[in-house]
DNA sequence: CTAAATTGTGAATAGTGAATCATAATTCTT
DNA sequence: AAGAATTATGATTCACTATTCACAATTTAG
């Protein structure tokens, strides 16, 4: 049976979704084009009407995954204003976000990515650091609010954020998801806020 | 010209070193047979004399890491006797360990090291979870010589122990090394002491 | 409605990498 | 030193995957 023809804009779309989708599952290594196309409901030819090549497929994944992380801070943002209950929702939102969409870590840390393709990489490089940006500053007018130390070097306890997710992920992905993320992510909390929260 | 004839022994060691090296700078997608023969100094063909096939190369690796990992808590078992000070041990050890082999967390985080492969995938958890075991005893240790909070979940803490070394490793890896991990460990643990010491 | 543009299809191509095998060179045994 | 055992080699096979291309179907424009 034959795809019903669709204009190349909402393609991309899917086409990156189900990308995004596979890699999730099945990991970078398992992201073939034939098996991008057949989520999508096409054959895998057809797909080079749409994007140039697989390399093309990637970027756009890359970016989707940046849009999607730039967001979930904006609105952690809207949501709060002081500087510890932004990290907590932070915290949650993304123990949520990275144990529904398991291709985060994938995308983060196989090298697969990126072997070969040093744009590629400093991209990749570009979102974590992005991120950790965004972090240090909510820990920095936390530090001018009073709500955190001012010994608390704001970079190395972003790195120490991350550190709540990071490693939960991995183990939930090995251990095929028997690790429970947000249970950790809600444990590790409290101790956190110890370390970074003026006292009282 | 020709290899000089080696007993498959020694070869043997020779190829799993020289898949972790190459793993450590090329990444684990970048690992093939022909790569390794290179590396040793064989042709492709030879390496089938000493392993049945890739697989059982991967897995030799996979042994020669959580012998490396166990080696180096033992080590600073014997070394010091309070958990603080084994902690901080421990953790400076890994962070100089990650920062010298590459291939670590190349390996532990790769989906192309069990894709497809329930039994690899469930080695390389086994190897984390053994070390989380490890650090959560030296925890429970420090709570009963009461160095710790009795507050604090040992297997949480142990996870955000992994944190000041994880994310520090991805960076060190996206960043080409410009990301200093050995300083982040350094103002990291400090932090870390705050959220797990007893007070005083 | 017709022609042009767009999208989908199947077959073919080319590159890659793992694995096999017959054969050659080397080392070991006796 | 001669034969057996071990290791190395090059050619080759096999499977897999990305990509291209001529052609078919479908949508859009005029």
């Not at 090549?53 to 609105?75: F, H, I, N, Y």
């Not at 909510?138 to 609010?145: A, C, F």
């Not at 490693?167 to 998801?177: F, H, I, S, Y």
Request: charged fraction near 25%.
């Amino acid at each position: 049976m034959r795809a019903q023809k669709t204009e190349s804009e909402l393609r991309q779309q899917q086409i990156v979704e189900a990308a995004l989708e596979l890699i999730g599952s099945e990991g970078i290594n398992a992201l073939s084009i034939a098996g991008i196309a057949a989520r999508v409901g096409i054959v895998p030819s057809a797909l080079y009407r749409h994007f140039k090549g697989k390399d093309e497929v990637l970027d756009a994944v890359l970016e989707l995954l940046q849009c999607r992380l730039a967001d979930s801070v904006s609105r952690v943002r809207e949501e709060t204003k002081d500087a510890l209950p932004r990290l907590q929702s932070l915290l949650m939102r993304h123990a949520r976000m990275l144990s529904e969409n398991r291709a985060i870590p994938h995308v983060v840390f196989s090298d697969g990515v990126y072997t070969g393709r040093p744009e590629r990489k400093a991209k990749v490089a570009g979102i974590i650091l992005d991120y950790l940006k965004k972090i240090e500053q909510i820990l920095e007018e936390g530090q001018q609010e009073g709500a955190i130390r001012d010994d608390v070097v704001p970079a190395t306890a972003a790195v120490m954020f991350l550190g709540m997710i990071l490693p939960a992920a991995v183990l939930r992905n090995v251990t095929e998801g028997r690790f429970d993320m947000i249970a950790n992510a809600e444990n590790a909390w409290p101790v956190f806020v110890r370390c970074i929260a003026t006292e009282g």
